[in-house]
């Protein structure tokens, strides 16, 4: 158990450090010129635990560590479909 909430940690901090560097400026990039992707990973506490579309905000219920993962995981490959993120 607590082995799956370190992974998390360690992915919430790769996905942070990902999005810090790898934010495109929507004036570089044609595609994502209606995309806000300056914008900081946020996590609101909620009993959805899903991820918005962009991949900026998560709602977790906080109480499921197994799923933080996931979360986390989902949001970044919502970044990148985005274009927020380069491959």
Do not use: R, W
């Amino acid at each position: 158990m607590n082995l799956v909430f370190i992974k998390s940690i360690f992915l919430f901090l790769v996905v942070s450090i990902t999005v810090g560097c790898a934010a495109t400026s929507p004036s570089l990039k044609s595609d994502v010129s209606s995309l806000d992707c300056n914008k900081k990973l946020a996590f609101i506490q909620s009993p959805e635990n899903t991820v918005s579309d962009d991949g900026f905000t998560i709602l977790y219920d906080g109480e499921n560590k197994e799923i933080f993962a996931e979360l986390i995981e989902q949001a970044h490959a919502n970044q990148m479909a985005s274009g927020c993120i380069k491959g």
